[in-house]
Nanobody
Framework: QVQLVESGGGLVQPGGSLRLSCATSKGDFSADNMAWYRQAPGKQRELVAWNTVGGREYVTNAVKGRFTISRDNTKKTMSLQMNSLKPEDTAVYYC????????WGQGTQVTVSS
């Protein structure tokens, strides 16, 4: 069973930065399109950013220009660099396969507050 472990969250002031990391136990990490999702209190989980097996990277309009997704297939890790954070970015962040998900990890809490 694939395991996903997210880390790097924390409390940050508006305008600050955080870098999230995702580690996976999946053997062939390079075979899947992978994504970052987030879930704010009382809201549904939403897609934030994703990258493809072909090396293309995408982010949603809500984070465009502020978040950058990257992956290292050799290390089987994925990252989300988050800059210019806003209070509305507060959520639990998860990594997973784009589309049909693996079992969800515990996520990492990001809180943006002064």
């Amino acid at each position: 069973q694939v395991q996903l472990v997210e880390s790097g969250g924390g409390l940050v002031q508006p305008g600050g930065s955080l870098r999230l990391s995702c580690a996976t136990s999946k053997g062939d990490f390079s075979a899947d399109n992978m994504a970052w999702y987030r879930q704010a209190p009382g809201k549904q989980r939403e897609l934030v950013a994703w990258n493809t097996v072909g090396g293309r990277e995408y982010v949603t309009n809500a984070v465009k220009g502020r978040f950058t997704i990257s992956r290292d297939n050799t290390k089987k890790t994925m990252s989300l660099q988050m800059n210019s954070l806003k209070p509305e970015d507060t959520a639990v962040y998860y990594c997973n396969r784009l589309g049909t998900p693996f079992p969800w990890g515990q996520g990492t809490q990001v809180t943006v507050s002064s």
